[in-house]
């Protein structure tokens, strides 16, 4: 009698696809069930996913989970301003949902037992086992247990009658979702090594951009992006279109050393070419539409928010207090932001909005509206305690 069902979160990829052998015969489950979850990657690598898991798993579920991601954890994190030393997260806000998925399959399934393919070294195991200890689950996870190289698995896949994708000299990992690509190992290990431009696959670089600027107008409704030059877009059809347009001016590369949770630190590459246009738009339409407070405050909230996204505690009760925080701030976060894209540049052009805090009349050069002698007499106690310590 062995140890019944295990759920594997299946990416198609080498390490899940061993993992589907070496759960029965090194760890004695009877039963594999392989999980892939569209996020948005490529649908080539979905439909190699599918296939594969159908052909080596037990049973296969591929589940698309586009639209719901968008909406739990990219809209959020445009209300949040959310990046994490300085790039816009993607990887992170995929994990939690991708663990839920799996956490449900096993649940029909009448599993006890999930797996991931994830090394000890990075953070995605730490997003994964957060979801499923909270679930009661018992985590396997053959990399980070078994310490196995890369050519010990090519040989044991051929053993198994795996296929193994053809090694290109190309032997990066990548992530992907709609929000970010992310690449990463081999010779981009060495932190001195230039990219070569071959990893890109969402821009050009920026020399190869045109040279003629593109505009483009993005409306935002309670802090998130609904419509793209006049047209009213679902969350993922507008994220889509915009990796194209800004992903062909260039936008949207980082090259940089990040802190994982671990506190390893790691030479990462993104791409998030509609991430980069989407946030910085949001964060101007918020500076005209925000009281100075609100903002002072809001960028203390967001950058903590960020940091427990990127650790992946979504469902620590801080995350969610901020989260209604910023939910509350993002009522009045309504208007349309003029963008312009030029050779990895993004400039906001112009702004409005109903909500707008600014007062021409108010502020102009031209304008008698308001009593310029009023600001004499609250001149006379600005910096008073300063100016009486500098007296002493
Ligand atoms: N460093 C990023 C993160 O922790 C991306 C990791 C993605 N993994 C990969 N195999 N490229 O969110």
Known sequence: MGKGKVVLAFSGGLDTSICVPLLKEHYGFDEVVTVAVDVGQP????????RKGELIGDTHYTIDIRERFVEEQLFPSIKANGSYEGYPMGTALARPLIAEEIVAI?????????????TGKGNDQLRFDFIFRKAGLEIVAP????????EWEMEYAAEHGIP??????????IDENCWSRSIEGGRLEDPAFHPPGDIYAWTVSPAEAPDTPEEITIGFAGGVPVSLNGAELSGYELIRTLNEIA??????RNDMIEDRILGLKAREIYEHPAATVLLAAHADLERLVLTRQELHFKKIVDDKWSELGYMGLVDEPLFWALSAFIDKTQERV??????????????VAGRRSDEALYSDDLVSFESTTIDQNDAVGF?????????LYHKK
Request: with cysteine; proline share 3%; hydrophobic share 35%.
């Open 106 to 118: 096993a649940r029909k399934e009448g599993a006890n037992a999930v797996a991931h393919g994830c």
């Open 334 to 347: 309504t208007g349309f932001v003029d963008v312009i894209l030029y050779k990895g540049s993004v400039t």
């Open 247 to 252: 992903g062909r001016n260039g936008v949207g």
């Open 143 to 150: 990399m980070r247990e078994m310490n196995l190289t890369r």
């Open 164 to 173: 193994v994708p053809v090694v290109k000299e190309k032997p990066y990992s």
């Open 379 to 387: 001149s006379a106690y600005y910096g008073f305690q300063a100016r």
């Open 43 to 50: 649908a080539t690598d979905i439909e190699e996913a599918t």
